[in-house]
């Protein structure tokens, strides 16, 4: 048996049997949607818990203050931020932040592969965001964490490659089983999450090209575009497809001829969700 299948009939048998085991997300981004949830919840109460994370703190300020958002008055205390931001857009950007801790590891084999994904994962948040803000009339926020978790099913797929050895020396069978399967462990992750329905959709419905659904954009639409918008003119295979036959574009009104880096302002907004994703 090669290794590519005794590889694969061991994560399916850990799939089926629910033995796989999934991440967790960070206890930081557990805490505050569960205080997000709590309709008594105020801007302070959520000011004092995340305080205690000076780093993720100023970053909400950070974020609070770019030009983004188009604020008028200058942002110079968490709670402010908050109100500024509102509850839920702060639980959205508390649990993108909070996850780049997830994309690391022992081995430097898959640390490198988990960065990198981390690295592409921030900058189809980045377009993601900037395309609901401009083409949709779906929340940025969401549609940024929708890019985040995309490709979330990986994580245990390379775990557990980690843990075997054999696949490591192997990248383009690993790569082919990552392929294969991270959209389906994706969407059992953000279920065991209990993220809402529009983005338990997105790792699965992001990469189904020949997807058709009634009704306005919805946040796997987005991704789509966006991952496809990364490789604008490029040699990449998803810069090569056909892009008039994706109807994800048409959901947006978006022209599948135009790049959207060429078009400035939304270049620069990318540019800009980018740095604030770090």
């Given amino acids: 048996m090669s290794v590519e299948q005794q590889f694969l009939d061991e994560l399916l048998d850990a799939i089926k049997h629910d033995r796989l085991t999934l991440p967790t997300l960070p206890e930081v981004a557990l805490r505050v949607r569960e205080a997000v949830d709590d309709?008594?919840?105020?801007?302070?109460?959520?000011?004092?818990?995340?305080?205690?994370?000076?780093?993720?703190?100023?970053?909400?300020?950070?974020?609070?203050?770019?030009?983004?958002?188009?604020?008028?008055?200058?942002v110079d205390n968490l709670q402010f931020a908050i109100t500024r931001l509102g509850l839920t857009f702060v639980r959205n950007l508390v649990t993108g932040l909070a996850m780049q801790q997830m994309f690391q590891a022992t081995s430097d084999v898959v640390d490198r592969r988990l960065r990198d994904s981390w690295q592409n994962s921030t900058e189809i948040a980045?377009?993601?965001?900037?395309?609901?803000?401009?083409?949709?009339?779906?929340?940025?926020?969401?549609?940024?964490?929708?890019?985040?978790?995309?490709?979330?099913g990986m994580l245990p797929i390379l775990?557990?490659?980690?843990?075997?050895?054999?696949?490591?020396?192997?990248?383009?069978?690993?790569?082919?089983?990552?392929?294969?399967?991270?959209?389906?462990?994706?969407?059992?992750?953000?279920?065991?999450?209990?993220?809402?329905p529009e983005l338990i959709a997105v790792p699965e419905g992001c990469i189904d090209y020949g997807r058709s659904h009634p009704g306005p954009a919805d946040y796997a639409d987005v991704v789509t575009?966006?991952?496809?918008?990364?490789?604008?003119?490029?040699?990449?295979?998803?810069?090569?497809?056909?892009?008039s036959t994706i109807q994800a574009f048409g959901k947006l009104g978006l022209s599948a001829d135009v790049a959207v880096h060429d078009i400035e302002e939304i270049n620069m907004d990318i540019a800009e969700a980018k740095t604030l994703l770090g």
Avoid: C
């Fill in 39 to 74: 309709p008594d919840v105020s801007a302070g109460k959520l000011a004092s818990m995340i305080s205690q994370d000076a780093a993720l703190a100023a970053r909400i300020i950070k974020v609070a203050n770019s030009p983004l958002l188009r604020g008028r008055v200058p």
């Fill in 126 to 152: 980045s377009i993601s965001q900037v395309l609901a803000q401009h083409y949709t009339k779906l929340k940025p926020d969401q549609a940024m964490l929708a890019g985040l978790v995309h490709e979330i």
């Fill in 225 to 243: 575009v966006a991952r496809l918008q990364k490789y604008a003119g490029t040699e990449h295979a998803l810069g090569q497809m056909d892009w």
């Fill in 159 to 196: 775990a557990m490659a980690e843990e075997t050895g054999d696949l490591l020396n192997h990248p383009d069978i690993l790569n082919r089983i990552i392929d294969k399967l991270h959209p389906k462990i994706g969407t059992a992750i953000l279920t065991a999450w209990d993220f809402p």
